[in-house]
C-alpha cells in the first residue's frame, strides 16, 4: 500500500482534471489515474493519418466558461478561432449564415421571427444556466441548503414574469420541429436549429425533450461568452494538456498508463482502487470521472449496491449516436456559396427538418443514414499546424449513428465513410478527388478507444428522466453514490457532457462541502 491520498480520481478526462484542481486547491492531496497515454479522455488530439492531426471527437468549444478559458491561457492555451459563424450549407444555393446573433439569408418575416425566439431562448436558457451550474438537490428538500437552492431556481422562473414563466414551461417538454414550425418558414433555417437540438443526442427533432438540448446549448453559449464557438490551437487536446498543466501547479499526481481495475471497498466505504497492474492505492474518497455504467458495474461491482440500485444503472441509456469522420484532403475543397475566408466556419448539413428525420429514422432499427446529417470544421484554416504545407483537414461529426448497428462494424465504416463523402459531393463538389485519408470511428469505436459507455457525447442520454436530480440515476444524483467514500465527477453526472468542466466544478465544490475526508 502506498502513502494514502486524500482523493484518488479515476479518469484524467477534462472533468477529472477539473475536480482534482478545485481539491488539490483547497490543500488535499489528489491522484488522478488515467488508463489512457494521454489526458483528456474525449478532449484529445491525435494524428489520423501521417502527418494529419485532428480532434478526436470534441472539435469545437460550446460551453467552456469564459473565466477557465482565461485561467488555462496561463498554461499555454491558444485559441485559433473564436466567435466562429455557423453555415448552414444549402443543396441549391446561398447558406444561411449565423453569426453575431443574427441570421443572414432569411426573409425579413423569418429573420425577425429569429431574433424573437432567439431573445426569448436566451432569457430561458439563463434560467437553464442556472440549473446546470448548481448541485442538485434532492426532490425531499432535506436540508436548509436545498430548500435554498429550489427557492433560488423557482424564483428565477418566477422572475421571467407571467408570460415567460408561462411560455418557458410550455415550451421546455415540447419537441423541436413544433417549436420550429411555430415560428418559421424556412426550410435551411428550421434545419439547422433542428440540428442544435439533436446534436450528441439520440433523439430526432420530433422527440420529446428536443427543446431542453436546444436550450442546452443556448446556456452554455451564454457561459462561453465573448468566446462564443470556438477551436483551440492544437486541437482539443490543448485544453486538456493546460487542464494538465493547472492541476500540476496546484500539486496534483497524474498518472497515465495507469487502468484502475477495481475500486476497493472495506466496510461498505470506498477506501482506493486497484490498478490493473495489480498495484493498490488507499484513499480516504476515490472520485470517478469514468461513465456511470462503468464505474458501478465495473470497477465497484454489484455486490456492493441494491438490486433496484443496480437494475436502475443497468437501464440508464448511453448508447452513443454520434460518429467521427476525419478526412485529409491533399488541397482546400471549395463549398458552394461559402467563400474561402469563411471555411473555417462551423458548416452544416442539415438542409431541413424532414432530411433531418429522414437521417434519424434508420437509426431506430439500427440501421446507417443513407444521407447523414453533418458537423464540419475544417481545423486547418485558422490552425495550419495540423497538417503537412498546403494540406487540409476536415473533421465531422456525424449525427445518428448507432451503436448497436445490424452491420458488422467493418463493413458500417466503409458504407458510412463513403455516404459522408457522397453527401459531401453535393455541397463542395470535386471533394472527393481531394480525399488521401479517411478515418471513421463508430460510436462503438468511440467507446473502446475513450472507454465512455456506448461512446456516448454525455455518457448517457441527456433527457428528462436522467436529467438533474435524477441524472445519472436516482441514488447517484449529486455527484454522491450509495458508497460512502465514492463521489462522481464526469459527464454522466449533472448537467452533462460537452467540454465545460461543469460537472467536475461542481462535484469538488460538493466534496469540499461534505468536510475533511480525515474527519470520517
Ligand atoms: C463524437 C463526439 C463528438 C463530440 N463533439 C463535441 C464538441 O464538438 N464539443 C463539445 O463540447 N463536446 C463534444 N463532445 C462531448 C465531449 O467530448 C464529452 O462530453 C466530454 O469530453 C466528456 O468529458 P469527461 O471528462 O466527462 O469524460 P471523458 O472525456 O470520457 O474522460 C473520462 C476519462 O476516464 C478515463 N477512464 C475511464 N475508465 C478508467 C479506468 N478504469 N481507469 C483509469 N481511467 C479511466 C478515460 O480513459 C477518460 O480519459 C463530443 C463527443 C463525441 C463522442
Not at 471527437?57 to 455557423?86: I, M, N, S, V, W
Amino acid at each position: 500500500m502506498t502513502q494514502p491520498f486524500d482523493h484518488v480520481v479515476i479518469g484524467a478526462g477534462h472533468n477529472g482534471l477539473v475536480c482534482a484542481t478545485l481539491l488539490a486547491k483547497a490543500g488535499r492531496r489528489v491522484l488522478v489515474l488515467e488508463a489512457r497515454d494521454t489526458v483528456g479522455g474525449m478532449a484529445t488530439t491525435r494524428e489520423f493519418a501521417p502527418g494529419f492531426r485532428v480532434s478526436a471527437c470534441a472539435h469545437l468549444l460550446y460551453a467552456l466558461p469564459e473565466g477557465l478559458a482565461r485561467e488555462l491561457a496561463a498554461h499555454g492555451l491558444e485559441f485559433a478561432a473564436t466567435d466562429l459563424a455557423t453555415y448552414a450549407l444549402n443543396p441549391d444555393g446561398a447558406p444561411l449564415v449565423f453569426q453575431q446573433g443574427t441570421v443572414v439569408g432569411v426573409d425579413e418575416r423569418d429573420a425577425r421571427a429569429y431574433a424573437q425566439l432567439r431573445t426569448q431562448m436566451a432569457r430561458f436558457a439563463r434560467v437553464l444556466a442556472r440549473v446546470l451550474g448548481m448541485e442538485p438537490f434532492r426532490v425531499t428538500l432535506k436540508s436548509w441548503r436545498e430548500r435554498i437552492a429550489a427557492g433560488t431556481l423557482a424564483l428565477s422562473i418566477r422572475l421571467l414574469g407571467k408570460r415567460q414563466m408561462r411560455e418557458f414551461l410550455r415550451i421546455v417538454g415540447m419537441n423541436a420541429y413544433d417549436l420550429l414550425t411555430e415560428n418559421f418558414e424556412s426550410a435551411l433555417l428550421k434545419g439547422a436549429l433542428a440540428f442544435d437540438a439533436t446534436q450528441g443526442a439520440e433523439h430526432g427533432a420530433r422527440s420529446p425533450g428536443s427543446v431542453l438540448t436546444l436550450l442546452y446549448r443556448v446556456a452554455g453559449l451564454a457561459g462561453a461568452g465573448r468566446l462564443g464557438t470556438a477551436q483551440p490551437r492544437g486541437g482539443m487536446g490543448a485544453v486538456s494538456a493546460a487542464l494538465a498543466a493547472r492541476a500540476r501547479k496546484a500539486g496534483v499526481e497524474i498518472r497515465t498508463g495507469s487502468p484502475v481495475a477495481r475500486i476497493t471497498v472495506v466496510d461498505d466505504r470506498a477506501v482506493g482502487v486497484l490498478l490493473a497492474s495489480g498495484e493498490e492505492i488507499s484513499a480516504r474518497s476515490v472520485i470517478s470521472n469514468a461513465d456511470p455504467k462503468a464505474t458501478f458495474l465495473k470497477l465497484l461491482g454489484p455486490g456492493y449496491l441494491d438490486t433496484d440500485f443496480v437494475r436502475r444503472i443497468d437501464h440508464f441509456r448511453a448508447k452513443g449516436a454520434v460518429a467521427k469522420v476525419h478526412l485529409a484532403l491533399e488541397g482546400l475543397p471549395a463549398f458552394r456559396g461559402v467563400p474561402a475566408a469563411a471555411l473555417g466556419a462551423r458548416l452544416l448539413v442539415s438542409p431541413s427538418m424532414d432530411y433531418l428525420e429522414g437521417a434519424f429514422n434508420p437509426s431506430k432499427y439500427r440501421e446507417l443514414p443513407e444521407h447523414p446529417v453533418l458537423e464540419i470544421t475544417v481545423p486547418t484554416q485558422a490552425d495550419p499546424g495540423l497538417a503537412p504545407a498546403g494540406k487540409t483537414v476536415l473533421s465531422i461529426n456525424v449525427m445518428f449513428v448507432p451503436y448497436d448497428l445490424k452491420i458488422e462494424a467493418r463493413a458500417a465504416r466503409e458504407q458510412l465513410g463513403a455516404r459522408v463523402e457522397a453527401v459531401l459531393e453535393d455541397y463542395a463538389p470535386g471533394i472527393g478527388a481531394l480525399v488521401s485519408a479517411r478515418e471513421v470511428l463508430l460510436p462503438g469505436d468511440l467507446e473502446r478507444e475513450f472507454g465512455a459507455a456506448g461512446g456516448h457525447w454525455h455518457h448517457g442520454a441527456l433527457a428528462f428522466d436522467q436529467f438533474f436530480f435524477t441524472r445519472p440515476v436516482p441514488g447517484a444524483a449529486g455527484y454522491t453514490t450509495p458508497v460512502a467514500g465514492l463521489h462522481l465527477c464526469g459527464a454522466g453526472s449533472h448537467p452533462g457532457g460537452g467540454v465545460m468542466g461543469t460537472p467536475g466544478r461542481n462535484a469538488a465544490r460538493k466534496i469540499l462541502k461534505e468536510g475533511s475526508p480525515h474527519a470520517r
